[in-house]
């Protein structure tokens, strides 16, 4: 009985209920819009959220050098690194030294796609986004074909193809080597376009937070693909075919595809730390490296959270002002539509309810309204998702939107259901039947 006279309310006062309802909507999309920004900011921090824990240096590393007997050489692994350093961990990323034609361009120089290795850690951290395959894997790292994760400006390649490299493209005249038996790697991934992997190599520096370690790949605006492989898998492979293939390498090299530490790189220091010995790496890293920038951990850490509820803070403002519009609206609407209901309470309270039962018939209309424009409003959301609506904006909708959501909702019919007891739940019968007449 109470759900049909909820009803019969919510249809004798349609112009108030649809004001109601499109307030409502307006502030729920405003909350899934401020979530949806914060969140797609932190999607992008999260993976590197533990290498800007403690103290530590985070940079882009263009060479760092270490000595070898009576030369400085590059340095190719991370540990080797480490030996010079003071309780210190460090995490990189590689250029590796392979010739791969993703776009087929053999006759433009320069054509040769850029090969990225990394750490395992850098792996299992962050996955980029994939439109096929998947993305590289720690545990097919000692297969014995390699496995590469293509950023393709044509589609020249698609999951599955096996691929045969050549030499490493250190100096021009070794593109014409031939290997004495053909070596393959094989494809299991391609990159999305737009998708964002840990690799800046230009404008690095730009913002001094997370985004400066990642890098936008756009078809259109890109001059070749980009190949992505795991350090742990060319090194596995160059110890398998190194020794078969001395006579193929460029003089002075020891392995088929050299690589160097290069690119983004993540150093993180050990609990108990001296402040002489942090003053000791950063000397070491200063005189043996050359990087495009250099922060310390907490500097990352500070300005990528700083980044990250920069945008609550422009949008917050403007979310309180609907509330308050909204909860403006609702107070109005709710004493319009009370007063406008006051005969029909009037002779409910005859028929034998209590002003308190009039009260539950009235919070029963809110709780359908509200929870009405909920579903509505998920809805619709989800409806512009599907259709690709939303696929250029951040907007989104996910769990912390729906909670945010869902409170909203929940504080609005609180509030209605109060207010309409203050107005009804307070006051004699002898007063309300009075006002009627």
Not at 145 to 161: P, R, Y
Not at 382 to 397: H, N, P, Q, W
Request: with cysteine; net charge neutral.
């Amino acid at each position: 009985m109470k759900l049909k006279y909820a009803l019969y309310e919510q249809n004798k006062n349609k112009l108030m209920t649809v004001l109601i309802f499109f307030q409502t909507v307006i502030v729920l999309v405003m909350i899934v819009s401020i979530i949806s920004a914060i969140v797609s900011r932190y999607e992008k921090y999260r993976p590197l959220e533990n290498f800007f824990q403690g103290d530590g240096l985070n940079m882009h590393i263009t060479t760092l050098l270490g000595r070898t007997g009576q030369r400085y050489l590059p340095f190719t692994e991370s540990s080797d690194v480490e030996k010079y350093l003071k309780k210190a961990h460090m995490v990189s990323s590689y250029s590796i030294q392979m010739t791969f034609d993703i776009d087929n361009k053999k006759e433009e120089f320069g054509s040769w796609s850029p090969v990225i290795g990394y750490d395992d850690e850098l792996i299992s951290a962050y996955t980029p986004e994939i439109e096929t395959g998947r993305w590289l894997r720690t545990e097919d790292a000692d297969t014995d074909m390699i496995e590469i994760v293509l950023a393709q400006k044509e589609e020249s390649h698609k999951v599955g193809d096996i691929i045969t490299l050549t030499t490493s493209d250190v100096v021009k005249e070794s593109r014409d080597c031939k290997l004495s038996k053909p070596i393959q790697a094989k494809v299991v991934g391609i990159l999305a376009d737009g998708a964002s992997p840990i690799m800046r190599p230009i404008h690095y520096g730009e913002y001094s937070d997370f985004r400066d370690y990642y890098y936008p790949f756009h078809r259109d605006e890109e001059e070749r693909a980009i190949v992505f492989v795991s350090k742990r898998d060319i090194e596995h492979n160059n110890q398998i075919h190194a020794a078969a293939e001395q006579k193929n390498l460029i003089k002075g090299e020891t392995c088929i595809w050299p690589y160097i530490i290069s690119g983004p790189c993540f150093i993180q220091y050990d609990t108990g730390i001296t402040q002489k010995e942090k003053d000791h790496n950063s000397k070491y890293l200063a005189v043996n490296g050359r990087y495009v920038f250099r922060h310390t951990s907490a500097e990352m850490r500070e300005n990528s959270m700083e980044y990250i509820m920069n945008q609550m803070n422009m949008l917050i403002p403007i979310l309180i002002a609907m509330i308050i519009l909204t909860l403006l609206s609702i107070i109005s609407s709710t004493v319009i539509m009370i007063r406008q209901n006051m005969h029909n309470y009037s002779i409910y309270y005859m028929l034998g309810m209590t002003w308190r039962k009039c009260v539950s018939v009235h919070g029963l209309s809110v709780v359908i309204m509200q929870m009405g424009i909920f579903l509505f409003t998920i809805l619709c959301i989800a409806i512009c998702e599907k259709t690709g609506a939303l696929d250029r904006t951040v907007f989104s909708l996910g769990g912390w939107q729906l909670l945010g959501c869902f409170v909203m909702i929940v504080f609005f019919i609180v509030f209605s259901i109060v207010l309409s007891f203050l107005l009804i739940g307070k006051r004699s019968a002898k007063d309300i039947l009075r006002e009627i007449e």
